[in-house]
Structures are given as C-alpha cells and as structure tokens.
C-alpha cells in the first residue's frame, strides 16, 4: 500500500470559485514543509493555533493563508498536521499544493488521511467507513445513523461479542494443548447457552441492516397507477413541498431513481414506473420487465387510481395484477369530485386531490410508514461489508454448534471459533489486509 | 445597505461533498452565537485558537468539527468571528448554518466579510476589490497583480496623488476664505507645474489599464486563416501543450471566446473566426461581421497560412485583406514540406509544423509577446471603475489647469479640484457611497 512515511497533501475542499479553500498537509514533515513554504516561522507552534502569513514559492508570493498547526498525536490523523485556508481559487490551491510537493510533500491518495487515522488508532474500522457515510449523508437520518456510528457504539458491541469469543476460544484451545488426555475445560453445554446468544445478536445486528439500508439510502418507493391517475401531478405536489431543500443538496447520485424528496429528515426515492403498461414490443417488455422487478424490490409501493373513472371492481382488479412487493398504499385521487362513498373502497384507502395540492393524508401515511425506521437507541449497521462479515461469522458459530451437538473434536471447534473471530475483527479492524483496508479507502474522496 | 450590527454566517467553501466544508461567522455576537451551537464552551476562548468539539441543535448533534476563534480585530472582517470546519456534506453544512440562523446569526450578503473588513479599515477599497480579483485569478500573471494589489502598492500611489491635490485645495479654498481681497497663497505657476505632474501620473496609471486588463484577463488573440491553413491542427497543438493544466481550472467563464491556453504564467485567449468567410447570406454576413470586429479588439492576430499551397504574392493578398489589428505573427504552416525558401517569405515569418506537432517557433514568439505585459515593479491599474475614476480626475485637472490659464476665480478652481478629489477618493474609498460599494460588493461570491 501507500507509504506512510510520506508526508501527504491535498486539498480537502471542492474545487471552484468561492471564499476559501483548503488544503491538508499530515506527516512526520508535515510543519517543516509548511514550515518552508510559510513567510512565518511555525516549527515551534504550539498545537490547535493558527498562524496568519503567506504561502512562498521561494521568493515569490503565492496567497494570503491562515496556517493551523496541530501536534502529534492531537490531530485527525493523529500525526503532526497542517491547513493551509487560502483564497477559493482554484489556479491558487494548484499553486500552493504545487509548492508543497516541490518541498518534500507528496500528493495522498483517496481516504489517506482517514486510513492514517485508523493506523494510529484514532479511529476503529467502522468509524472510519462512518466518516465516509458522514460526508455523503443528505438526510437527518442518514446524518444521524453516521454520527452514532463514529460514537462508536457498534464497533463497541461487535468487540464485546468477539472478547466472549476470544474467551471461549482461550479454553477450547487449552484442551487442545492437552491433546490425548481428553480433559474438557469448556463447559459443553454452557458454551452451547453462550453460543445461542451470540447467534441471537448477530442475527439483531444483521436483520437491523434492511433498516439501516433505508436510513442511509432512503426508503425505495415505487410510485404506481394506470396512466391519467394523476402521478406527475402527485409527484410534482410532493416535490414541492420540499423543492427548495432537494435542490440544494448537490452531488446526490440519482442512478436510476427519478426523483427524491425528504419528509421528517427521511429520504423517499421514488421510482419511475412510466414503462408499466402491457406490450408486445419486445424491447418494451424487457422495460416492463425491468420495471416490475424494481417493484419487487421496493420498500413501499404507493398505488394511485383515478377516484373519478374507477369502480372499487376495477381497482380490486388493478391491485391483484400489482407484483408482490413491500408495504402498499392505496390512493384514490381526484378527491375533488367530492361524491363518492368510503365504505365502497378498501378500509385503508388514502383520499388525496393532487391538483388541489390536499395531499396531507398521503404525507401522514409516508411519516408513519418512515416512523417504522426510525434509529432508536439499538444498534443498527448499514453497511453491506459489515453485513457479510456477520453473515460468515453467524455461519462459523453454527459450524461451532454443529461440531458440538456431534462431538466434534475440540480442534476441529477451535477452527471455527477462530473463523469466527476473524470474520468479526474484520469489521473493526482488529483483523484486517490490504485488499479490505484498499476496498474501503479508495472510495473516500481526496483529502479525506 | 445591510444592518452591521447583525451578526453573519455563510458557507465559504463550494458547495459539494468532500473532506471539509468551512462556514464563517462574524459580528458581536459571532462568539456567543457559535458558543450556544457548540458542546464546548468557548466564550472565554482566546483568538487564533482551534477548538475540538460538536455542533449542537439544541440536544441534536449536528457534526463534529473544528471551530476557529478570531477576536476582534483581529480577524479577517476586524470583528469578532467564529469559523467552523466540518464534515464536507452539503446536507451538514445546511444543517449547520440552520442552528447558526436559528441562534441568532443572518445570511451574509455576497461580499459582506469583505464590506466588513473595509469599513473597519482592514482593507481600503482598491484591496477590498483585489480580493474578489485573488478569488478569480486562473493565471500566475492575474494572480501576482491581485497580491500585489492586495499590498496596497496602486493605494498608496493614489492616496499620494490626493495628498498633493488636498494640499492645493487648501491653499485655494484659503484664498476664497479671504473673498474680495484678491489675494493670491498659491503660487499659480506653482500650481500649474503639480498639475502637470499629477496628469502625468495619471496618464501612465491610466495607460497601464490596457496591460493591467491583459495580466487579469489574458491576451485576445485571434487564430485566423484561410480553410486548411491548419488552424484546427495548431490548435490542438497549443492545446495539448496545456491540457493537464487547463482542464484543472474550474470556473472559467468563456463567453464567446473558444479556447484558452496559458504560457509562462500568462493566458492567451484565442477567438473563434471559422466565420471568416465572404458570404451573401445576411445573417452570416452579421457574424462575419462580429468577428472582424473582434479582430480589431484583438490584442494578437495569429495569421496562419498553408507553406504548400499558397505562394507569396497570394500571401501578400491575404494580408492585405485583413481588418487592422494589433500585433499580427505571420505563421507558414506544414513546413514539414521541407522545400521553401526563406527569403521568399516576410522577414518575422515564423515556419512550424502544426501536423509534427513542432510549434516551437511559434511559442517563442507568443512568449515574447507576453513579455511585453510582464508585471514590473511599475504599478499597474486593472479595474474598469478605477480607469472610469482616473479619466473623470484627468478631466477635472484638465479644467482646473484651464481655468488657471484664464484667470478663473479661486472659488471656480476650488471646484474642480474638489471634483478630481472626489474622483480619486472613490478609488481607494475615502470617498463612498452606497451605490459604489453595492456594486463592488454584490460581485463577490457569498462567504467572501
């Protein structure tokens, strides 16, 4: 991997015209590069001070700084570092990052801040991918499941897990060292009890990430109905309750989600279903297709029919032919016509009139179903790497029971046990190689 | 104008996600304000001190970050202010300026900090406007002018100019005070002498504005030629020369100007003239005229033609039709032909062979040319307003030398010094008014 003997640089802020920019410099060199490219003499400052000068190219005058010094082990990194803030020009963070390379510095690679944080310890394996998750959270849910993962608190009881494991395994191994003799220091059936109850908590923690997928990514919704039921008008209501906020949050990937929009700190990302119509162009089908496979997938479907051209016969209809998928509502549209008769339509039918923008009850409806994720003080993990890990060590300590309940030899045990724990240090990164720490770090950005 | 007695926030980095997203605060109550959204007290914190901690929404915990104190005057606005390092989430950075607004601060104006820092006299006005330049510097020539106007150098001449005015006036301004006794403190000849000598500072200021405007914004320079000359080729030649560099300026405002290219520190902008053609179309007619306008304008013309197919007496001809311009390097393309003789051709014809990609001769004489706007110690003008203000001062002086020559009245002379007073003031700001600082100020970027 990377040398972590360089000093390393880059800029930490986007690239564009603006009030300022900064750059990172973090390293063993760190404030005597700094130190060489700065008119000021800052190889004895004091950490967390700031330091008002320019930035020299030898002689020649780069930019107006503001220079932050911190000190080994007191920095992100947890090695003595610097930010440079300057003006917001792009050609000058190239000039000063230029100045700096020139000066003994090189340029970090994606996440080498972060993963130099994680070597020195500042930070455990998953309050770095925390980090990551923090920067791209776009929702107050997202924001705060990021946030109770850098506290922590997951990394805390995944370590918990591991040290009974740990303990287990000390005794297992222990019988091991007796070989022939044929002594049992673990308790069998204790071990069993044990065993269940790491089972039961790894099986919360993985059935939490369906949940915590949503936190992170927003609740899949598919936006049904038979054309003319009313959904670009329901779709434009809904985003504009929240336009002026979805239009500022910048940077978030759309792929083939059409359209996003926030309710009580959630994301909703609303699936396009245009395509759903009977066809016998083949191309078309595969659309369709498509289409209906997304709806399989959904969390939430939300079925719209026209209150003022259906018959509860048809919209009985209409529903049997929908895909399975997850939750549904059924809104009955155009509730403007005023004459119609509840006790006609399905008890939990929502009565909306999107032209009229009355879509309240729709929106109480979405809220109860977003209450459904909401982060509670249990431990929930969004992070599929962190699922897989969970998955194989829950399938080791089955293993586990297994060799127990057929009187498997106790190194046979011991085995899995310790595949259990390797899959379960993995996530913290007590256990870790190259590959995961690179598959991890190179999906931060620059300067991070 | 805005009420500075409010306290002000804004983000001062790009919108986007990335490793730190910075938000400024500044006013009375900077420190107070951002004391209430922190979970650190920092109201005793001493200035030029980085503090670690949470941002805070009442019990919400909102981000983890660094926040900066800055105490009055020492500071960038000279007031008291507060700026906090987060992560580089947009969502954050909102969620940030929200608790901020909601304890008290308001959205900065564009511009503010500095319209801030200028009337508390961190910056007089021709530096407040050396800032915004800094911002937009793509170039180390509009980088260097900026820093150097920063410094204050082009301030300084101005405000000797106005000393010696102000020294002047107050001799004539005595004379009025003495009425009908026909006195006379100023020496006329005297007078007539310094006003000689301020015009002519005021002519060599004013004249470097055509350089200034090139060191800012680059060299106009228009690549034309016959269909086939190679223009497209060279192009791509001076292009790829500086495609690493240039496709890292973010930000550029092109206009109607196609590409730009940098060389030794300074831009050259090359204008379009594929139109160049006779056409009896109307409407083509309209951008063929367009572009020979723009050659006029142009600093350098860039005349191309083809070694193998054109003969001298052609060339001749095509020189001879262009609209006049300023500089003009002939450039005899394809010189890979290899059979050519010197003399046949205009003495300064520079032969390259776009297609070879050997361009060399020609980019000594673009390095020559730029030689020409090289910043020197002489101070150079580069703002269209401080032009305006120079012209509107010559003519004042004009009529105030004028009226000395035709025995005006003091009271009459006393008026038009005044009037070059104002003129000159309203560069460096002693003199303002709201319109003049609204227009300077509503062009910066917010958080500036």
Known sequence: MHNLQD?????????GVSALAVIRVSGAHAIAIANQCFDKNIENAEGYTIHYGHIVDDTVRIDEVLLSVFRNPHSYTGEDSVEISGHGSPYITRRIIETLLKNGARMA???????????NQKLDLAQAEAVADMISSNSEAS????????????SKDIAVLRQELIDFAALIELENDFGEEDVEFADREGLKVLIA???????????????????????????AGKPNAGKSTLLNALLNEERAIVSEIAGTTRDTIE???????MQFRLIDTAGLRESSDTIEQIGVGKTKESMRKAELLVYL???STTTPAQLGEELKALPPSGQTIVVANKAEIGRYTLSDWPESTVFISAKELEIQPLLSELERVASHYELGNETVINNARHADALAKSSEALQKVL???DHGLTSDMVALDIRNALF????????????????SIFTRFCIGK
Chains 1, 2 share one sequence.
Do not use: C, W, Y
Not at 144 to 154: H, I, K, N
Not at 198 to 223: C, D, H, M, P, W
């Open 305 to 307: 029919f026209d209150l």
């Open 7 to 15: 000093t390393i640089t880059a800029p930490a802020t986007p690239a």
């Open 109 to 119: 690679e994606p996440g080498e801040f972060t993963l130099r944080a994680f070597l």
């Open 259 to 265: 359209e996003v929009f926030t309710l009580n700190g």
């Open 143 to 154: 924001l705060q499941m990021a946030l109770s993962q850098m506290r922590g608190g997951f």
């Open 402 to 404: 297994h060799g127990l």
């Open 197 to 223: 109850k790491l089972l039961t908590q790894i099986e919360k923690l993985r059935s939490s990430f369906a949940a915590g997928n949503v936190l992170k990514n927003g609740i899949n919704t598919v936006l």
């Open 423 to 438: 899959q379960l240090g993995l996530i913290t990164g007590e256990v870790t190689n190259d590959e995961v720490l690179d």
